[in-house]
């Protein structure tokens, strides 16, 4: 190689090492293999020499110029490197640092429990059945076989509304959702399966009673439905909602107005620890029978033809056994510790395949 | 109803234990409220005998007793405080390992001053049995040592307290409870009859009835030459363990039968009533002063008996002062009678009273009875009192309460879902008193006891006013068909016990079954999950609040006011939930969490519906975060929520107009209305009223929402078409217009996306200015448009004229200019 070219190999190589950054490589790169670069420079030079010089020039060039490209290209990777390393260490955050908080919401355990009803009593074919909290007497005692004068109204403490202006009917607050299945029967031809939750009120206020709360009725009306249907679909639903398939469930004869026969159905549980499905206790947990002839017949039905069954169960028992909730009234107080603590994700629906 | 296991063995012979009656009592309908067992507790405790009592060397008011109470406690030393402790006293002893109620302690031997005491000396106080406290109890003289004192003090009787149906009238009387537990298969029933009394001299009383519909029978019979005076110690003792206060032989001999039988009976004072005549009539707005000493005054629906000097009891309810049985009394008049069990219901209710003899006339007494509970009862008040009775006295008759009713043995399978054989079934009715009249292969006619008036009754019906004729009548000729047949399969199914009925699922509508909610009711769920996801946690309020309340948010009609409301601030039907969860700020803020976000979907009420809506606030701040400093809740944060549930529910967004009209409980400058179309209301959204708040006692910035989720139109139900997915970038663009303050940004957005519906495909806002750089009374208005074209990439031209479209757009709806 002549002294030339290593002067310039050497120089280029000390440049190189001597750029510590990407900008003061650039410019070695540049006034080296640039368009008006040294190296470029004397391969430009090249076409006008003699060919027989040419010709080894030319190599001794060309070595120069792939041994720089490289020294250049490698040089450039090791700054790159260093900087992307510096970059790193000059970003670091400290990951400890809780993220930006979002806003948890739960819904309500009153609106968690109806819809784990919906979603097991859905899956025997019930559909959920609306009605208003205001009703007629009609719909709510008389069509129900309750008359007037029935011991039963005493035990309903009905809170009463004037009547309607420019109605002559007497309006009550619903004491159960039962006017519902009055109005499905009136609505809808057999076979009927409803539920109806919502809110039903009562003037009774302590440590067990709300003026407020939730029942869900339901409603079975077809042709062949016995007694056996009833405890089938109790015994099923009560298993699934306590999710406890060998959960105790026990019968008794009772008596309600619009059943006949009426009965009550227990759970079995421990009174002692208060676990579900163990223990020597039984805790009633509903109301049921078989429809009653006259509430049939009043909702245009002839019990010849159609007989069926109905219940009634509490929304917030059935959430307080579940979930071990002691106090009814702190359902309604809107604490949110309280409603942090029982309810539910929204993410997390009642979905029989994701268990309930 | 409470009895006691020895009142009950005295109707019903039965080996079975306390648990299998219980247990049956359950199954049969007569639901087990309590069982209380006083003598259980009390089993360890011993009668004894004072030996010698010295006093305690160490303690002024001690004495150290020797104590004899029987086999293994014959000679114990035991220090007693009390100062009737003496030798030769009878006294109740309590051994190591009593636990004493009244003192809520377990005895242990030790020493008390340096004395050993092994045991205690009790009062009934401490026995959790009376009030006395002068010192320990004192025994009969000759009282055995080492007996159970609860033996001894006959305490190991069991009192049973069960609730009776409405329908069991029946079983209001121990003899009916002994009855079904025999017809369920727990003992056999005692006989029971009634000696009769013969009469020896005309009643100077008689009976009249002109309210033949309150009362068709009566009867009563005068007992003459009686001493009232205190009953006889089993009789008070009976009564006692029930809870009821014996007062004097005669009044307890007629709620001996009231519970024992089920049959309310009246004594009079014979010598009070005037003019030899009782009346049962109806009134007249007479007052007269009951037993229990209040003053009430009877309508002409009230049934009352009367003499000459007017109302003197109110049938089958209450007897009066005036004319009552005392300890006085010497010749007394007996009434027995039967009473319409619905106007006694009425009356009760109507006067605000009630009584052991009206609660049984309501839900129906033996029919059957009265002459036999008459005579029975003629008898215990000689025994008890003396005397001699007079020839028995009536007025009306025996009303036909006879009816049969026909079971078809298939039924109890075919509705009950139990097959009980015909020979069974047959056997338990009449084990219950039915008496089989005629019977074929196929079925019984039965005779239905005098005590059940709930088998067979006539129906009555309350048939839906709007039902066609036809059909009416169809299913009121089913009840008359069928609903005796339905009274005897329940019997049947009581006493077999309905565990025995075999559980069948319900048969299925098909495997996979369909939707349970509609899509109207599956919005509220919807809506539920997205409100809670965005933060909000859900609350449940009562439906009703305090009428003041309600004032502030716009309704409380006095239609919709609670005529008995539970407190005065639980009267008015909630206009929204929007009460309830500015409220629940309120509750929340004051314990220290006034940073949150709440939700309702639940019914607000208007005079003419209601609907169900969803409402929310947030409250208080947002969370500061290193970087980004907290602020007071915007309307903006209550504006997306509406917007999001409307967007989940399927409203194009674009669809969306939004006015500066808000109710009055919203601040009338930072809140709004969601509309689709001008008369479709959605929602409600703002910062609300900062009288309100006031108002409610909140110190926090509250804004709030409410979407009227049932009137939100349904999408329609269409097939999405492609996507355009175009093969060409799209095109951003910004334009800053400035015009009139007042204008609405909408109607800028608006004009913008109306310009070229095919190019441009989104318009946001980006900034909004008002100061130096504008003009007084106007603002800048910021907006970045996105171009998609969807043909070929948009030359310079092309942009420029769409540009040119989009500035004439918005300047011709709004005015602005570009800036």
């Known amino acids: 190689m002549s002294d030339d070219l290593e002067t310039l190999r050497q120089d280029v190589l000390s440049e190189l090492a001597g750029a510590t950054d990407l900008r003061a490589w650039d410019a070695v790169r540049v006034g080296t293999l640039g368009k008006s670069g040294r190296l470029t420079g004397l391969l430009k030079a090249l076409g006008k020499m003699q060919p027989d010089e040419r010709k080894a020039r030319g190599v001794a060039l060309n070595r120069l110029r792939d041994e720089l490209t490289q020294a250049v290209e490698a040089r450039g990777k090791e700054l790159e490197a260093a900087a992307l390393q510096a970059r790193l260490i000059a970003e670091k955050l400290d990951v400890t640092v809780p993220p930006p908080a979002e806003a948890a919401g739960y819904i309500h355990p009153i609106s968690r429990t109806i819809e784990e009803m919906t979603a097991i009593f859905g899956v025997m074919g019930f559909q959920v059945a609306e009605g208003p909290d205001i009703e007629t007497d009609w719909h709510n005692f008389s069509a129900l076989n309750t008359p007037d004068h029935h011991p039963a109204r005493t035990d309903h403490d009905t809170f009463y509304l004037p009547p309607a202006p420019g109605l002559d009917v007497t309006r009550v607050l619903r004491t159960q959702t039962s006017g519902v299945q009055i109005r499905t029967m009136l609505g809808q031809k057999p076979p009927i399966r409803i539920i109806a939750p919502g809110r039903t009120y009562r003037a009774d206020h302590d440590a067990t009673h709300s003026p407020m709360f939730h029942q869900c009725e339901g409603l079975v009306v077809g042709q062949g439905i016995t007694l056996g249907h009833l405890k089938g679909c109790l015994i099923e639903f009560l298993r699934a909602f306590f999710g406890k398939p060998s959960l105790p469930v026990r019968f008794r004869s009772s008596y309600f107005p619009f059943t006949e026969p009426s009965l009550e159905v227990d759970i079995g549980w421990s009174r002692k620890t208060g676990e579900i499905g163990a223990g020597e206790d039984w805790l009633e947990v509903l109301g049921a029978g078989m429809v009653h002839a006259r509430v049939l017949a009043n909702c245009g039905l002839d019990p010849r033809v159609w007989q069926g069954f109905a219940f009634g169960m509490g929304v917030e028992r059935l959430a307080m056994l579940k979930n071990g909730i002691p106090d009814l009234r702190s359902f309604y107080e809107s604490d949110i510790r309280w409603l942090r603590h029982y309810g539910a994700d929204p993410l997390a629906p009642a979905l029989l395949h994701e268990g309930v | ?819």
């Open chain 2, 1 to 819: 109803m409470k009895f006691t296991l020895s009142w009950l063995y005295e109707h019903l012979e039965t080996q079975a234990t306390l648990a299998e009656i219980c247990a049956m009592l359950n199954q049969i309908g007569l639901e087990v409220e309590s069982v209380e067992n006083k003598g259980a507790a009390l089993e360890p405790f011993l009668t004894a005998r004072i030996l010698d009592a010295q006093p305690h060397p160490n303690a002024d008011r001690l004495q150290v007793c020797r104590v004899d109470a029987g086999p293994g406690f014959s000679d114990v030393q035991v220090v007693c405080g009390a100062p009737n402790a003496r030798k030769d006293l009878a006294v109740i002893f309590a051994p190591p390992g009593a636990y004493v109620p009244g003192l809520d302690i377990t005895i242990k031997a030790g020493k008390v001053r340096g004395e050993l005491s092994g045991g205690m000396l009790c009062s009934l106080r401490e026995l959790g049995l009376g009030e006395e406290t002068s010192g320990i109890a004192e025994l009969p003289a000759d009282t055995l040592p080492g007996q159970s004192y609860p033996d001894f003090a006959g305490l190991d009787d069991v009192v049973i307290d069960i609730a009776i149906t409405p329908n069991r009238g029946d079983a209001l009387g121990v003899r009916g409870i002994a009855r079904d537990l025999a017809a369920a298969g727990l003992g056999t029933l005692r006989p029971w009859l009634a000696e009769t009394v013969e009469g020896t001299f005309a009643s100077p009383v008689e009976w009249a009835i002109t309210y033949p519909e309150a009362c068709p029978w009566v009867l009563g019979r005068t007992i003459r030459g009686v001493r009232n005076g205190p009953s006889p110690e089993w009789l008070r003792n009976r009564l006692e363990s029930i809870g009821l206060r014996p007062i004097s032989a005669l009044v307890d001999i007629t709620n001996y039968f009231c519970f024992d039988l089920g049959r309310p009976l009246h004594v009079f004072d014979a010598n009070t009533i005037a003019g030899g005549r009782l009346t049962l009539c109806r009134g007249a707005g007479e007052t007269f002063r009951t037993l229990d000493g209040q003053d009430c005054t009877v309508t002409a629906e009230d049934c009352v008996i009367a003499d000459q000097n007017g109302v003197q009891s109110l049938a089958g309810i209450m007897g009066g002062e005036a004319t009552g049985a005392t300890e006085a009394t010497t010749d007394v008049f007996v009434e027995c009678a039967l009473f319409d069990p619905v106007r006694v219901a009425l009356s009760s209710r109507r006067l605000g009273l009630s009584s052991d003899s009206s609660y049984r006339f309501e839900r129906g007494v033996d029919q059957a009875l009265p002459i036999a509970a008459l005579e029975a009862a003629t008898r215990m008040i000689i025994d008890l009192c003396g005397g001699e009775a007079s020839e028995v006295v009536s007025a009306g008759e025996q009303p036909a309460w006879q009816r049969t009713a026909t079971l078809r043995f298939d039924r109890v399978r075919d509705l009950g879902g139990l097959d009980v054989p015909a020979d069974e079934s047959v056997s338990l009715l009449e084990k219950l008193g039915f008496e089989v009249r005629e019977r074929t292969a196929g079925q019984v006619e039965l005779g239905v006891p005098s005590w059940r008036n709930d088998v067979a009754q006539a129906p009555v019906l309350s048939q839906g006013k709007d039902l066609p004729a036809d059909v009416a009548a169809l299913a009121a000729q089913g009840v008359a068909g069928i609903e005796a047949e339905s009274d005897l399969v329940e019997e049947v199914l009581r006493l077999k016990g309905l565990d025995a009925v075999p559980a069948v699922p319900l048969p299925p509508i098909s495997v996979v079954p369909g939707a349970s909610l509609t899509p109207a009711q599956a919005r509220f769920a919807l809506a539920r999950r997205v409100l809670a996801a965005r933060g909000l946690t859900e609350t449940v309020g009562f439906s009703f609040v305090s009428h003041e309340e309600a004032m502030h948010f716009g309704g409380a009609p006095e239609s919709l006011r609670l005529l008995n409301p539970i407190a005065s601030d639980l009267d008015q039907m909630r206009p929204t939930p929007l009460v309830n969860l500015v409220a629940a700020i309120r509750h929340n803020s004051v314990r220290g969490w006034g940073d949150i976000g709440l939700f309702e979907i639940g019914p607000a009420f208007a005079q003419s519906a209601q609907q169900t809506l969803a409402a929310g606030v947030r409250s208080g701040s947002t969370q500061r975060y290193p970087g980004v400093p907290g602020h007071a809740v915007s309307l903006w944060a209550a504006k997306a929520d509406a917007l999001e549930v409307l967007r989940q529910f399927g409203v194009n967004p674009d669809a969306i107009t939004t006015t500066a009209d808000a109710p009055a409980w919203y601040h009338p400058g930072r809140s709004g209305v969601l509309r689709q179309g001008p008369k479709n209301i959605l929602a409600y959204f703002g910062e609300l009223h900062p009288s309100v708040l006031q108002a409610a006692g909140i110190d926090v910035p509250v804004v709030a929402f409410e979407v009227f989720v049932e009137g939100v139109p349904q999408p329609k139900k269409k097939k999405k078409s492609a996507p355009v997915l175009s093969a060409f970038q799209p095109v951003r663009r910004d334009f800053a217009f400035v015009l009139a303050q007042d204008i609405p940004v909408e109607s800028v957005l608006r004009a913008v996306r109306g310009a070229d519906r095919q190019l441009v495909a989104d318009v946001s806002l980006f900034d909004i200015y008002t100061g130096p750089h504008v003009a007084e009374g106007t603002r800048s208005v910021g907006v970045e448009v996105t171009l998609q074209p969807t043909e070929k990439s948009l030359t310079d031209a092309e942009l420029e004229a769409v540009s040119e479209r989009i500035v004439a757009a918005v300047s011709k709806a709004t005015g602005a200019v570009l800036r």
